[in-house]
């Protein structure tokens, strides 16, 4: 019943559309960078990226009248933490998911950043026997001795959002997230798109970059895009990069940091909207206009990004899709019924810049 469900559930599944830019055409860059990603849905058991979850909500109580609590599927999901408006999306698209509505029995922690209870909350799903255990980790180091005490108890393991470094492959059923590295060149594509068309490509450029929570596997990627990005373009030079840890916090705690110092910059490129707000607040406080003064680049895609788009603080956001929950749950109904699956699960996300917020704020589901 849960399989038909779940078939139902992935046909109601709409693609996010990209918007248009009238500076930078964004399929432009899209269309090239996420070639790759279609294609491994094309050809692979990926399926379309989930983008609205209502309309998952009837299928899903039509099939919790059929449930007994003896038949509930239960999972262990372990979160990084609440940092950031993306990671509540996050959350919130896991709980409505694996509800008993749903089929589903979950045991959720909030490790709050912090590893070490991630780990031992690893330890806690196999002792309670879980079917299966969802893992957002903090970090991409260090998850072996874990998952091999998930293994040798015969619990799968989906990886979800980061990824995790392991030389044993079979340590997880699969992944699923964002082309964090595909994130950062997006960004770079844009900006060299957007500096043309403003007649600026040719000039000398101070780039500062917030970076996030260092070893995650979303500081790891949209850094190394980043780098690998703008070493093509000799005239922007990173003046400044560190960790924001992804908090709004931190982000402005950093930026003030840096403002006491220097205000010869003119581009800021934040990985997250969180550390992106808080350096927005920074930046007015030290007489800065942003937006304007300094072209910013963030990353998530959150609703008040888009706000701060149309207020025309932020000039461009790169999305990254935290709704991941709907086709966890169909990878977790394919696993335990021994179905093949694909390995590895991109995520679809798109660029948007601040010619088309306006338009595209209404369509934001977090
Ligand atoms: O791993 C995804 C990143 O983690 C998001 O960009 C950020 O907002 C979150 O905290």
Redesign the pocket.
């Known amino acids: 019943m849960l399989k038909k469900v779940s078939l139902i559930l992935l046909s109601l599944i709409l693609l996010s559309g990209c918007g248009s830019s009238e500076d930078v055409s964004q399929s432009d860059i899209i269309g090239t960078k996420y070639q790759s990603i279609r294609e491994q849905r094309k050809n692979g058991t990926s399926s379309q990226t989930p983008q609205t979850q209502s309309a998952q909500a009837p299928a899903a109580a039509e099939n919790a009248k059929t449930e007994t609590k003896e038949n509930l599927i239960k999972i262990g999901f372990c979160q990084?933490g609440a940092?950031?408006?993306?990671?509540n999306a996050?959350t919130n698209s896991m709980k409505d998911m694996f509800t008993k509505e749903n089929g589903y029995q979950l045991d959720f922690v909030d490790a709050n950043g912090d590893q070490a209870k991630q780990i031992e909350a690893i330890k806690t799903f196999i002792k309670n026997k879980v079917q299966a255990i969802v893992l957002?980790p903090v970090v991409e180091t260090g998850w072996d001795d874990a998952l091999k005490e998930a293994k040798s108890a015969n619990i799968p393991v989906v990886i979800v959002?980061?990824m995790i470094k392991t030389n044993d492959d079979s340590l997880y059923a699969c992944w699923v997230?964002?082309n964090?590295k595909a994130e950062g060149e997006n960004s770079i594509d844009w900006l060299v798109k957007y500096m043309d068309s403003k007649g600026k490509g040719s000039d000398n450029h101070n780039v500062v970059m917030l970076q996030?929570?260092m070893g995650?596997?979303?500081e790891i990627g949209r850094t190394e895009g980043v780098h690998e990005g703008l070493s093509k373009h000799p005239n922007y030079k990173i003046v400044f990069e560190k960790s924001g840890n992804?908090t709004k916090e931190e982000g402005k705690q950093v930026m003030e940091e840096y403002l006491k110092t220097s205000k010869d910059f003119d581009i800021l490129i934040s990985?997250?909207?969180?550390m992106t707000f808080g350096a927005i607040e920074a930046l007015k406080e030290a007489g800065l206009n942003p937006g304007t003064d300094v072209t910013i680049i963030s990353?998530?895609g959150v609703k008040d990004a888009f706000q701060a788009m149309i207020n025309g603080e932020i000039n461009a956001d790169i999305e990254?899709n935290?709704l991941q929950g709907p086709f966890v749950s169909e990878l977790i109904q394919k696993i335990l019924a021994k179905e093949n699956i694909e390995k590895i699960q991109y995520m679809y996300e798109s660029v948007y810049d601040a010619s088309v917020a306006q338009q595209e704020i209404g369509n934001r589901v977090y």
Do not use: I, K, L, M
């Open positions: 990084v940092e950031s408006g993306w990671r996050h957002a959002d980061r997230g964002s964090f996030g929570t995650a596997s979303a992804f990985q997250n909207d969180d990353f998530d990254c935290p």
